[in-house]
């Protein structure tokens, strides 16, 4: 059966079965994920996943329940299964179904053009890479993978009152970690490039940057154990954020477990910082026109000027706090509960560039990568102790590697330590964005 005359039984038959409100919301995701081994096809795999969440309001009460099948006995099957589990709902606050926002930007994140490039086209391109990776310094030893990723999600919101809402997005990622080896020293670097635009992959440009990136750890040197000047690389700054990105959501906070909680219209970072949420940014991952319950997304300025504007609402904590939504609610799957989440979110660029930042110092570390976030790091306390990869810098120039350190200090701390800004934004397919960080210090310990 269609999704849409799915939806319009469902609803119907939800009326006669005594819900007062009802929700349903469909999502479709697709797969496509290939990997290359010494010139041959090593992995392939394609996955399709589906289906349809009910939400229902029975006896004052909200029920859910979902399923992959869309027939008649999946209908019965959704109301049934809503209605036992509102009996047994003791949520004192209860969620509602939104009748819908004044408008709606109708943004398209689907990339035709992306869709219509021929497998064989993708897997061809990664041999490509490979081979030219393998021929670019004799240095190299091998990969540890050579890997591309297409992912695509279309998403369905319709309710009892009437709201009809749709959108889709896909993108394309290749994924690489390059081993290299010198004597007896070896080390990998790891490289991600993601695009909605197959004819941007430019092969010679990714095939240097990962080559590089990986050479560029050989010959590491230890550095004596103290607090340095830290230039957080944008990638690096990027998995940070993301680490602590929950401590902006409201249902976090409300729950006592983000020290943000209350600091609405307080300075939490330095004058220079400013952080987006921007479902529609054109180069982004999760770019969304509505969130899980329906709300329109917008554009929203979390932190001005290091100031904290809002924190990111749903319907349920927008209520709870006495303003409107910001249109963060989010279902991970059809088989999820509401959570709330960003789309898009990343600190706004500046203008000086990431080698200007490294000309500007003196003597400081550059961190190119962090292993061990969210074992590492406590959200609630912000305190984050973790290994790093990075680079030593002297008189304004890179000198040499640095053996693996371990870095420590605190996120909300480093917001306000925050002394310049770059201009190389990254953001990652997770949506969770940054570019080069100048922090005024960090404790970096060498082995």
Known sequence: M??????????????????????????????????????????????????????????????????????LESISFLLERAKANAKVIEE???????????????????????????????????????????????????????????????????NSKGLVLHDRMNYLGVVLSVVVKQGDETKSGFTVKVTKDFSELNVDDIVKEAAEEALSYLGEQSIPSKRYPIILRKDAAADLLDTFTSVFSAEVAQKGRSLLKDKVGEKIAAENVKIVDDPFYEEGFSSRNFDGEGVASKLCNVVENGTLNTLLHNQKTAKKAGVESTGHAYKPSYKGTLVIAPSNFYIIPSEKTYDELIASQNEAVIVTKLSGLHSGADTVSGDFSVAANGFYVKDGKVETPVKQMTIAGNFFKLLKDIQEIGSDLYVSSSGIGSPSLLLKELSVTVD
């Open 2 to 71: 269609k999704i849409e005359k799915f939806q319009e039984m469902l609803l119907a038959q939800g009326l006669s079965h005594d819900f007062e409100d009802m929700e349903i919301y469909y999502e479709k995701s697709k797969r496509f994920a290939c990997d290359v081994y010494k010139g041959e096809l090593d992995h392939y795999e394609t996955a399709e996943d589906g289906g349809i969440s009910f939400r229902g309001i029975y006896n004052g009460k909200m029920g859910y329940a979902y399923t992959e099948k869309f027939d």
């Open 92 to 158: 004192e606050e209860q969620d509602d179904i939104f009748s819908g926002s004044d408008e709606y930007e109708e943004k398209d994140f689907y990339s035709e053009s992306l869709d219509a490039v021929p497998i064989p086209d993708k897997i061809e391109l990664l041999k490509e890479i490979e081979r030219k990776v393998s021929d670019y310094d004799p240095r190299i030893a091998s990969l540890n993978y050579c890997k591309l990723i297409e992912q695509s999600k279309e998403r369905l919101l319709a």
